[in-house]
């Protein structure tokens, strides 16, 4: 590759920006700008190339001495990043709750970085302040509904916030916890609170052995490295036992009591509003009560699930998160949104104050500067993507979308169901399913005696295992998968698919599709053979 002078008059002529149509970065905008187009448009996941090839492409420690030309440096770009990266807009990518974008976010995303505002203060954001604030305002309005007189109110009061933007689903869980956190073991008397006495004064001033956090065992991972970060501690991340997917109330209050009883403190209930393996919905209405039964906060994790609520249809799925204390909801999920876009949102606006942070030369007193109430420090105007989404969009638009993937992903249950050889194993309670193949001679094997029954599911494992991984590496199309435990088979965990249905494109036929690839593949292994042959004994 051709090195481009070491000078400043090179380097200023990076930083200005295009002259005319035909100057050479313009044109180098335009050639990224249709690779990138034709990238998406193919209908395949990935390249057939192995990581070990790619990394042989990334393995020089060393710093780069010279400058490069922009346009050199852009076909490289091309040939080795771009050509081997997974094209999540594909509508066979079913595999996670990453999908395609509307493309208008790639021109927004120009203005984003090219206005490269700082959300920290006003003095770098200016107008993306109050975007901000009315962003998580519309956001709170969709979770809590509070009348005008109450937006109005603290929508731009500066000694109050309705929540947090944040970079995603585990920050805003972080932030809603640390915010939970600070209020419980907050000033009191002459205790000045554990954000400046730090916890062991705190559980001293209290009272308290330890204090924890509960929900489910689906709860996402990131409760367990906020727990870490709080200085709770791991072991006192209570995960109840769940296997029909949900944190059932009377299990919650039982956990909980026992807890405290043994001289501990529950911080907060976290009920989950779609489970990233299975899409289930905690009963946040119950689990409201067992919260204010036992004294502590009330979060709800509802980092993919949170999109639901623009559905009359479907909204009540999420009944009774207006009750929650704070609300995660991930914009970059089934929002369409770029990714680098999560939310706390505070039921109680006053309750973000339990971490605000003041700084003599930045984050003044009374000033209205985001940066005082949030983890993140310098942040770019990533609310932009979702306050113009919501415009774009509307609600009725994401209405539409919602709706359409919950169907999708009945219909596609319904088409796992009448297939023989498949096995649906956790319906959809939103657009996520999961399912195995599972040949029809085995149909009833869960009523098998357990010895024979249990080695046939290890087989049946691997197999989902090994067709997965087949799947994904022919590169056609994505399914993910995971290990769950199913009523079913309670104290064993299952290996099965597990399948988002997210993007608008995705139709019935790229479905059946996957469901012929899966099989097909199956057919080509020993293990297929092998279970096919089983015959299960006739149950008495
Ligand atoms: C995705 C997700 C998270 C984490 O969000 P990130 O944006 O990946 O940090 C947390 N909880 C649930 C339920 C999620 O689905």
Redesign the pocket.
Known sequence: MSKAEVSLDHLFRVFTKPEHTDSTLAKIERHLSDNISDFLSQHVVTKKTSLEEIEKDFFSAAVPDSPEFVSEHAEALLDKLVAHSVNTYAPTFIGH?TSALPYFHLSLAKLLVGLNQNLVKIETSKAFTPLERQTLGMMHNLIYQQNDAFYEEYLHNANHSLGAFC???????ITALWVARNQLLGPDGKFPGVAKAGLAAAYRHYGYENIGIMSSNRG?Y?LSKTVDILGIGRDNMLTVHSPSQQLEAEKALAVGKAYQEQGNKLLAIVG?A???ETGHVDPLDELADVAKELGCWFHV?????GATLFSEAYRSKLAGIEKADSV?I?A??QMYVPMGA?MALFKDPRHSNAVRHHAQYILRQGSKDLGATTLEGSRNGMAMMVYSSLHIFGRRGYELLIDKSIEQAKTFAAMIDAHPDFELMTAPILSLLTYRLRPSALAKLEDMPCDEASSIKKKLDSLTVRVQKQQREAGRSFVSRTRIEIAKYQGETTTVFRVVLANPLTTESHLSAILDEQLEIAKTMKLWSELTAIVLPKIA
């Open positions: 709750m970079s995603g689903g585990t920050i805003a869980n996402h990131s989950v779609g489970t990233t994790d509802a980092a993919w699930g995660t991930d970059h999920k999560g």
